[in-house]
Nanobody, 118 residues
């Protein structure tokens, strides 16, 4: 299993970024996927999640209405569109394949840094 995030960077408040996570080594369309983030000195937190088919999503209250998670099962990618970014969105963003009954462990990407600053 390999998860590789990309798309992070420095953006001004109010700006937008699109993160992508390229997945390989497993049947991507069979798994729900999630985005997490971790700011300095804080615990890692769930940002958004999407079901295997993409038919259902959920978001942390702090990002509802600003972030959108999506997936392309043909390309084995999950994306996070982030709009109206705020300084408090600054964090390392991680892609995660959650554990299942069959595979009792989570898989994480290496993370991508998002910095929101003027």
């Amino acid at each position: 299993v390999q998860l590789v995030e990309s798309g992070g960077g420095l953006v001004q408040p109010g700006g937008s970024l699109r993160l992508s996570c390229a997945a390989s080594g497993f049947t991507f369309s069979s798994y729900g996927m999630s985005w997490y983030r971790q700011a300095p000195g804080k615990e890692r937190e769930l940002v958004a999640a999407i079901t295997s088919s993409g038919s259902s999503t959920n978001y942390a209250d702090s990002v509802k209405g600003r972030f959108t998670i999506s997936r392309d099962n043909a390309k084995n990618t999950v994306s996070l569109q982030m709009n109206s970014l705020k300084p408090e969105d600054t964090a390392v963003y991680y892609c995660k394949r959650p554990r299942t009954i069959a595979v009792n462990r989570d898989y994480w990407g290496q993370g991508t840094q998002v910095t929101v600053s003027s």
